[in-house]
């Protein structure tokens, strides 16, 4: 399973990436804000 998830807000936007196996195994997970300037910002790991 992959989920793709984009939440938009005034000064910036949230981006959320998952890619799980069968069996609960994350094999992908990021979580990053871009925001309205063009800054990037990696705000960790997901549990």
Avoid: K
């Avoid at 399973?1 to 984009?6: D, G, I, L, T």
């Amino acid at each position: 399973m992959v989920a793709v998830y984009a939440m938009a807000f005034d000064d910036f936007c949230v981006v959320l990436i998952i890619q799980e196996a069968p069996n609960g195994f994350r094999s992908l997970n990021d979580c990053t804000r871009v925001w309205r300037d063009g800054r990037v910002e990696q705000l960790g790991w997901l549990g």
